[in-house]
């Protein structure tokens, strides 16, 4: 088997080149989120800002605006810990190095428990909600310390039968896993 940053590195490209595909199966993906109790229950949402090979989360920030939920934002920290802000709206956001638009840091506007998680990766494993992500660690630290509903938006590009990576004991399953 590869090891993580090998499969990593493949999986990126493959993401790269299936960018408009993933783009395309994003709505669809979406509408499931907006059907399951765990959306309508929740009054804060944690989502991201998605990047070109990511599934497209504009939809899911407007909906849950709309729905006058609190959209919760990720900012990376030190430690590769992770704070979750509340959106100041796009105007506001800032970019990060790595090109990420992100809340700036505003103590009061922190909240690490929100109601629903939406959790991006890399690739997925549907049955067993295996995960992996870019590689730093930030969402497993996050949700090891996290109790309530997670759920991914798998586009078939990130969709695994079986894990073509090591899983370990430090990688969070997810709970809830939306496939095409
Ligand atoms: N749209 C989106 N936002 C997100 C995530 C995501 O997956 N998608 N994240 C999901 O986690 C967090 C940011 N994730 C990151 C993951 C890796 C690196 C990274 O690899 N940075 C350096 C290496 C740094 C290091 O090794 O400490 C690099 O690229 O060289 C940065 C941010 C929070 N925001
Ligand atoms: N709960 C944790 N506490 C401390 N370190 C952790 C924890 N979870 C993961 N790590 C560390 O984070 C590093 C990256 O883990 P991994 O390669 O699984 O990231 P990933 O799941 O792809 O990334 P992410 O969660 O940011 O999307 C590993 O070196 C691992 O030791």
Redesign the pocket.
């Known amino acids: 088997m590869q090891t ?1 940053p090998e499969f990593r590195k493949a999986q990126l490209k493959r993401l790269n080149d299936a960018a408009k595909q993933t783009q395309a199966e994003s709505a669809g993906l979406v509408a499931q989120l907006l059907a399951l109790p765990q959306w309508h229950s929740a009054r804060t949402i944690a989502t991201t800002v998605s990047g070109p090979i990511e599934v497209t989360t504009g939809g899911i920030i407007e909906a849950a605006q709309q729905a006058g939920k609190t959209v919760l934002l990720p900012r990376v920290m030190p430690h590769r810990q992770m704070a979750f802000l509340k959106d100041p709206g796009s105007a506001n956001r800032v970019t990060s190095k790595f090109g990420i638009p992100e809340p700036p840091y505003v103590e009061a506007a922190v909240d690490q428990h929100p109601d629903l998680v939406i959790v991006p ?1 890399v690739a997925f494993v549907p049955a067993t909600g295996a ?11 996050f949700l ?1 310390k996290y109790d309530g509903p997670t759920v991914a938006l798998v586009p078939s590009v990130m969709n695994f039968a079986a894990p073509a990576w090591p899983v ?1 004991a ?2 969070v399953l997810i709970q809830t896993l939306l496939t095409v």
Do not use: L, P, Q, V
């Open positions: 993580k990766g995960r992996i992500g870019f590689g730093a660690g930030y969402y497993d630290r090891a370990e430090f990688d």
